[in-house]
């Protein structure tokens, strides 16, 4: 598939860095592979025109390429890094947010009425990479050639993005974006699992409370909370907890200890094994810059 006119574009306007197109949708470059990131997914998709990316959420990674896309349908913890990227061929992107608003907006057309139908009790992986189609790759380098044009953006970037939704309902990855717009799906209510784990992140919390949450059985919670996630509760709730105490051991905060409280450790030694398990590196170590 040929990606070099979306390439060119995402170089031409986004030279360094990234470039907002509208609300949702961003192009950007990146000159350099460097070490891992930690970050939130964001309900996402994602392909690159040029370079690749290695992502680990959960106990799973994802790699892709050009020619493949990606897709987050919950906003989870993630350590992601480029390779293939140097300052003279960068990593070339395109990204746009997925509004579950609009998924449920084009699920009430009658045309929706011929997507596949997935089993009701299915729980579909939050997180996935797929081939990329002629008909997305054609409107993500529209989308892309809107960064030329500012003032076309408030009125044909909502177009493009509505269509390019429509056509990743209907593609590979259409039963994660599906779920993404049904309040009741077996997503959505993992979803709500994960909001008050990220809320409450330095709390114990029972499973019994999180299913309760997600209006499932605790057997049926875990199940559908280890598809969507890749990981189970608890894993999830010490990687949140990790990734804030590596945001405050990086912004000066000095003592390990008092951290690693703060985040719901009620051991420093544990947290101090877990956290270089993770990082690589000792809390002190990066306590110290």
């Given at each position: 598939m ?9 170089a031409r ?7 907002r ?18 970050s ?9 025109a040029?370079?690749?990316k290695?992502i680990?959420v ?10 493949q896309?990606?897709i ?17 061929r960068?990593?070339l992107?395109f ?6 608003a609009?998924v449920?907006?084009?699920?009430l ?6 997507l596949?139908?997935q ?5 579909p992986?939050?997180?996935s990479v ?7 790759l054609d ?6 050639a ?7 953006v408030?009125v ?7 269509e390019?939704t429509w056509l990743?309902l209907r593609?590979a990855?259409g039963?994660a974006?599906r779920q993404?717009?049904?309040a ?9 699992a994960?909001?008050l784990?990220r ?10 409370e999180?299913a309760a949450?997600?209006?499932m ?8 909370f ?9 894993q999830?709730?010490k ?7 590596r ?15 703060a ?5 420093p030694s ?11 590196a000792?809390?002190r170590?990066?306590?110290a810059?």
């Open positions: 040929d990606l070099s006119r979306l390439a060119a574009l995402i306007h986004a030279p360094s860095g990234q470039t197109i509208g609300d949702s949708a961003v192009i950007s470059s990146v000159g350099r592979e460097g070490p891992p990131e930690f939130m997914t964001g309900t996402v998709f994602v392909l690159l040029r370079g690749g290695r680990a959960g106990d799973q990674v994802h790699e892709y390429r050009p020619g896309s990606f987050a349908s919950v906003d989870l913890p993630a350590v992601g890094s480029f390779f293939d990227a140097t300052a003279e960068p990593a992107g990204a746009v947010t997925l509004k579950p609009l449920a907006e084009l699920l057309h009658p045309a929706a009425a011929s596949p139908r089993p009701r009790a299915a729980t992986a939050a997180v797929a081939e990329l189609t002629p008909g997305i409107a993500v380098t529209r989308m892309a809107l960064a030329g044009s500012p003032d076309d408030p044909l970037a909502p177009l493009v993005e509505r390019l990743l593609g990855h039963p974006v993404l717009g049904l009741d799906s077996s997503l959505n209510r993992v979803a709500h994960v909001a784990l809320e409450r992140f330095a709390e114990s919390i029972r499973i019994d999180l949450v997600a209006r059985s605790p057997s049926a919670f875990h199940r559908g280890q598809a969507v996630t890749a990981t189970s509760p608890i999830f709730q990687q949140l907890r990790l990734q804030e105490a945001v405050r051991l990086l912004a000066g905060g000095g003592d390990v200890a008092g951290v690693a409280y985040v719901g450790y009620e051991s544990q947290f101090s094994r877990d956290y270089k398990r993770q990082f690589g000792t809390p170590e990066h306590a810059g």
